[in-house]
Nanobody
Framework: QLQVVESGGGLVQPGGSLRLSCTASGFSLDSYAIGWFRQAPGKDREGISSISTRHGSTWYADSVSGRFSIFADSAKNTVYLQMNSLQPEDTAVYYC??????????????WGKGTQVTVSS
């Protein structure tokens, strides 16, 4: 059974950092791309980053480029999203998903339940 589980969310002050984890089970990271999405209250789900360990490629949305970094630890079957310089507008539920990759939610079949990130002073 394919499964991904997010962790690492929490409350952080503006300018702070958090590292989210997405641990996969039932498949290896080189089988599927892993994407990170977020959804703020009243807004659509937004693709923010993805990684394909098979192709050695990463992608970032303009809204997070230069502040967020995605990387994988294949030994732990885990993908991380390092988030720096967080701002209140980054507040959202963050989801990871496994699929074909890229920014579109429709390209992903296996979703986690999400982890809340709140940026506030």
């Amino acid at each position: 059974q394919l499964q991904v589980v997010e962790s690492g969310g929490g409350l952080v002050q503006p300018g702070g950092s958090l590292r989210l984890s997405c641990t996969a089970s039932g498949f290896s990271l080189d089988s599927y791309a892993i994407g990170w999405f977020r959804q703020a209250p009243g807004k659509d789900r937004e693709g923010i980053s993805s990684i394909s360990t098979r192709h050695g490629s990463t992608w970032y949305a303009d809204s997070v480029s230069g502040r967020f970094s995605i990387f994988a630890d294949s030994a732990k079957n885990t993908v991380y999203l390092q988030m720096n310089s967080l701002q209140p507008e980054d507040t959202a539920v963050y989801y990871c998903a496994a699929g074909y990759g890229g920014p579109l939610a429709s390209e992903y079949d296996c979703w986690g339940k999400g982890t809340q990130v709140t940026v506030s002073s």
